[in-house]
């Protein structure tokens, strides 16, 4: 009768069932969230194309800022965050915290961390890499650090980071950069 009970596929469905979580057939938790660390460890490898990108990307955007201020920084949020939590969702599996650290981590987003820490590794880094709570995963600061050293800016490392404010959580950092990049520019214009 046990063997009745058992099937073949996932580990223990009945526990998982009885805890609500989806386990989609033919399908290994491993394999899905192999996928999931794959492109993000593409972005650490290629942390100085991304890095060199985004700094066009962010000159381009400075350029917009006369439009975003036209339209109205308010009115413009909901679409632009809509496109960068789908950009930086594929990429760097983005959590959306309002307050990206990529450029300064070599490309790996400290949200990643299951313990969220923004400023180093835990003391929990296993011997492989791999993170102490999600033994399968790359750990995200061990990540950073070689995504780092390929970087121009790659020192920015070691730059503290300010811990999350929550109320920037689905908020677009693109425009917040933005908007602060044009008030710093225009302190000096008003001083000449």
């Given at each position: 009768m046990a063997d009745d009970k058992q099937r073949s596929g996932n580990a223990a469905p009945a526990s998982k069932?009885?805890?609500?979580?989806?386990t989609p057939a033919g399908v290994?938790?491993?394999?899905?969230?192999r996928h999931k660390y794959t492109v993000r460890l593409w972005?650490?490898?290629?942390?100085?194309?991304?890095?060199?990108?985004?700094?066009?990307?962010?000159?381009?955007f400075l350029l917009l800022h006369p439009l975003?201020?036209?339209?109205?920084?308010?009115?413009v949020e909901r679409p632009i965050t809509f496109v960068?939590?789908?950009?930086?969702?594929?990429?760097?599996?983005?959590?959306?915290?309002?307050?990206?650290?990529l450029s300064s981590t070599g490309m790996s987003?400290?949200?990643?961390?299951?313990?969220?820490?923004?400023?180093?590794p835990c003391g929990g880094v296993r011997a492989n890499g791999n993170c102490e709570v999600e033994p399968d995963m790359p750990c995200?600061?061990?990540q950073?650090?070689?995504g780092s050293r390929n970087m121009t800016g790659g020192d920015r490392i070691m730059n503290i980071q300010k811990p999350v404010n929550q109320s920037l959580r689905e908020t677009s950092s693109w425009l917040r950069v933005t908007a602060e990049a044009a008030a710093a520019r225009a302190v000096p214009a008003k001083e000449n």
């Open positions: 069932a009885a805890s609500g979580a989806f290994s938790p491993s394999r899905r969230s972005a650490v490898r290629h942390s100085r194309f991304l890095e060199w990108f985004y700094h066009r990307f962010a000159d381009t975003w201020k036209a339209i109205g920084y308010e009115r960068e939590r789908h950009v930086k969702g594929f990429l760097f599996d983005c959590r959306m915290c309002g307050q990206c650290a987003c400290p949200m990643n961390c299951p313990k969220q820490l923004r400023n180093g995200v600061w061990v950073a650090w070689n």
